[in-house]
Antibody
Framework: QLQLQESAPGLVKTSETLSLTCTVSGGFINTRSYFWGWIRQTPGKGLEWIGNVHFSGNTYYNPSLRSRVTLSMDTSKNQFFLNLRSVTASDTATYYC???????????WGQGALVTVSS | QSMLTQPPSVSAAPGQKVTISCSGSPSNIGNFYVSWYQQLPGTAPKLLIYDNDKRPSGISDRFSASKSGSSATLAITGLQTGDEAEYYCGTWDTSLNGGVFGGGTKLTVL
């Protein structure tokens, strides 16, 4: 049973960098078959795709966030990461990590991590 | 403003059928598979439908979906109070070169 678990600081100061880790268990991230993605959801709002990363090094980013986002992986730890720079209050959200299939769909999700940006 | 348009809310009585629409464009739904997600209150989204109309293992056959052109529809039959949730459609978009989701539809079972 694949499981994904986000870890995040909870509170980040305005203009700093938000860093999240997704730890995957029950499967390996160094597989050609899947991408690994991040999605966020602002309070009371819908889902926003942030980006996907593949163990080959390929990454895809939402154009609205591309200038501030970096996705990466550590296959030795079976983890992948999100760094979001220069955050503002509008980046306050629940951040989900998920596995993306080729079709594409997100077939496994973490439980989510609420991150609040405040000065 | 989402690239995929869903009605904000739908409602129906227990036992009835409800449909949720998802309207897109040729750059997204028109050229890619659609997936649907169910988000129960306080939980993460869960994959309900993939490849337009396929159910993952463990998903009830009360949930079905279809796609036509640049639009997709999710149908839920035999409504139960436990189906009350937010439902999202999702796909890929070539102009964005990324994933897109609908704005979500809140289902109320009266």
């Amino acid at each position: 049973q694949l499981q994904l678990q986000e870890s995040a600081p909870g509170l980040v100061k305005t203009s700093e960098t938000l860093s999240l880790t997704c730890t995957v268990s029950g499967g390996f991230i160094n597989t050609r078959s899947y991408f690994w993605g991040w999605i966020r959801q602002t309070p009371g709002k819908g889902l926003e795709w942030i980006g996907n990363v593949h163990f080959s090094g390929n990454t895809y980013y939402n154009p609205s966030l591309r200038s501030r986002v970096t996705l990466s992986m550590d296959t030795s730890k079976n983890q992948f990461f999100l760094n979001l720079r220069s955050v503002t209050a509008s980046d306050t959200a629940t951040y989900y990590c998920a596995r993306r299939t080729s079709e594409p769909s997100f077939d496994s999700w973490g439980q989510g991590a609420l991150v609040t940006v405040s000065s | 403003q989402s690239m995929l348009t869903q009605p904000p809310s739908v409602s129906a009585a227990p036992g009835q059928k409800v449909t949720i629409s998802c309207s897109g464009s040729p750059s997204n739904i028109g050229n890619f598979y659609v997936s649907w997600y169910q988000q129960l209150p306080g939980t993460a989204p869960k994959l309900l439908i993939y490849d337009n109309d396929k159910r993952p293992s463990g998903i009830s056959d009360r949930f079905s979906a279809s796609k036509s052109g640049s639009s997709a529809t999710l149908a839920i039959t035999g409504l139960q109070t436990g189906d009350e949730a937010e439902y999202y459609c999702g796909t890929w978009d070539t102009s964005l070169n990324g994933g897109v989701f609908g704005g979500g539809t809140k289902l109320t079972v009266l």
